[in-house]
């Protein structure tokens, strides 16, 4: 039967899976669940956990198409360390770089309650690191390293890798935009400053440049406001926060660029 698997944020149905001292048919019966959950969901593995039951008990699936039945499984020793990036059921979309153990060596029971030991390395490894996790009612969370794990978070804020990969950068291009009205400002209180020292003709044409300078700074203000928003809308995880300080600083612009006309309407 395909049962229903946990998926964040509901919390683990247990802090530690109980483990197998009777092999009846219900044992039985969840392992034959757990691979049908495994095959409808084209996963590599499960624990019991995961579906919500509080046995210990992983299976995993082969590239054969056949399944290895890890009952009561214990890693027992260690060794090498390799950092992958890592996905899980628990947290869907989403992934995280976890350093975990290159080789490990385990035993665990069969459906008979027969003990066996077997040495696992690579993907495997990792795999079977990660389920035994969810043994410990533990998940990969617990593994990260406090960067990655602040990293993590904000995945989950935005439930999406894509909305952290394309995460807010320290330059937009509409800075540029923002640089060329100020250069344009500086401009203006140049010419403003100048005509106290100039003749009246040469003030009046002055004064032309000056309009003609104003306009240009409205209309990349008018373009600044609308770019901004199409740029802040590429990156997913930083529109909300962006859009306070585009309106903001396309207001603030434009003050500036009344007061000084406001001034040379007077004073020239």
Same mark, same amino acid.
């Given at each position: 039967?395909?049962?229903?698997? +946990?998926?964040?944020?509901?919390?683990?149905?247990?802090?530690?899976?109980?483990?197998?001292?009777?092999?009846?048919?219900?044992?039985?019966?969840?392992?034959?669940?757990?691979?049908?959950?495994?095959?409808?969901?084209?996963?590599?593995?499960?624990?019991?956990?995961?579906?919500?039951?509080?046995? *210990?008990?992983?299976?995993?699936?082969?590239?054969?198409?056949?399944?290895?039945?890890? !009952? *009561?499984?214990? +890693?027992?020793?260690?060794?090498?360390?390799?950092?992958? !990036?890592?996905?899980?059921?628990?947290?869907?979309?989403?992934?995280?770089?976890?350093?975990?153990?290159?080789?490990?060596?385990?035993?665990?029971?069969?459906?008979?309650?027969?003990?066996?030991?077997?040495?696992?390395?690579?993907?495997?490894? !990792?795999?079977?690191?990660?389920?035994?996790?969810?043994?410990?009612?533990?998940?990969?969370?617990?593994?990260?390293?406090?960067?990655?794990?602040?990293?993590?978070?904000?995945?989950?804020?935005?439930?999406?890798?894509?909305?952290?990969?394309?995460?807010?950068?320290?330059?937009?291009?509409?800075?540029?935009?923002?640089?060329?009205?100020?250069?344009?400002?500086?401009?203006?209180?140049?010419?403003?400053?100048?005509?106290?020292?100039?003749?009246?003709?040469?003030?009046?044409?002055?004064? *032309?440049?000056?309009?003609?300078?104003?306009?240009?700074?409205?209309?990349? *203000?008018?373009?600044?406001?609308?770019?901004?928003?199409?740029?802040?809308?590429?990156?997913?995880?930083?529109?909300?926060?962006?859009?306070?300080?585009?309106?903001?600083?396309?207001? +603030?612009?434009? +003050?500036?660029?009344?007061?000084?006309?406001?001034?040379?309407?007077? !004073?020239?």
């Amino acid at each position: 039967m395909i049962r229903e698997i +946990i998926t964040y944020p509901t919390p683990p149905s247990v802090q530690y899976a109980t483990d197998v001292r009777v092999f009846d048919e219900e044992i039985l019966s969840l392992i034959e669940d757990i691979k049908d959950t495994i095959k409808a969901n084209s996963l590599e593995a499960l624990a019991a956990f995961q579906i919500g039951s509080y046995y *210990n008990i992983v299976v995993v699936k082969k590239d054969d198409g056949s399944f290895l039945e890890l !009952i *009561n499984p214990r +890693i027992i020793s260690q060794s090498g360390k390799v950092t992958t !990036i890592e996905k899980t059921a628990y947290f869907p979309e989403l992934s995280a770089k976890v350093t975990r153990y290159e080789t490990i060596s385990l035993v665990y029971q069969d459906r008979g309650g027969v003990q066996h030991s077997f040495k696992a390395d690579g993907d495997l490894s !990792i795999l079977l690191q990660r389920k035994i996790d969810y043994t410990f009612g533990s998940s990969f969370l617990n593994k990260l390293d406090k960067e990655e794990k602040k990293l993590f978070q904000k995945k989950l804020e935005f439930g999406s890798d894509i909305a952290i990969s394309q995460s807010c950068p320290t330059v937009f291009k509409r800075d540029y935009i923002v640089k060329a009205i100020n250069a344009l400002l500086v401009a203006m209180v140049a010419f403003l400053i100048g005509s106290l020292f100039t003749e009246k003709s040469t003030s009046e044409q002055l004064w *032309n440049y000056q309009s003609y300078l104003f306009f240009a700074s409205i209309g990349l *203000n008018i373009v600044y406001f609308f770019y901004a928003q199409y740029e802040g809308k590429r990156f997913t995880s930083c529109t909300s926060c962006q859009i306070g300080n585009i309106i903001g600083t396309a207001v +603030i612009l434009l +003050i500036k660029l009344c007061v000084v006309m406001l001034l040379s309407y007077f !004073i020239m």
